[in-house]
């Protein structure tokens, strides 16, 4: 299976990390759109079908990040 590159990982986490916040505040259609959104991108990307699990993978991809199987992906 493609991985996505460690960054946009990193971003997704990042953006649902923020729409989960926001959703706490002020929850809108737009944010719940966003949000629902964000987790699909983050099960496709990861190869999961349940946000839980995405988020596990995506975390551990970014903690894989710095091993030598991602070291050729930065150029």
Partial sequence: MLKPHPSFVHDLLKTHATLRARQAQEDS???????????????????????????????AQLTGAASPAYAGLAA
């Fill in 29 to 59: 259609t737009e944010v719940r759109r966003r949000l629902d959104d964000v987790t699909y991108t983050l099960c496709v990307s990861t190869g999961t079908r349940t946000l839980d699990a995405a988020l596990a993978s995506a975390r």
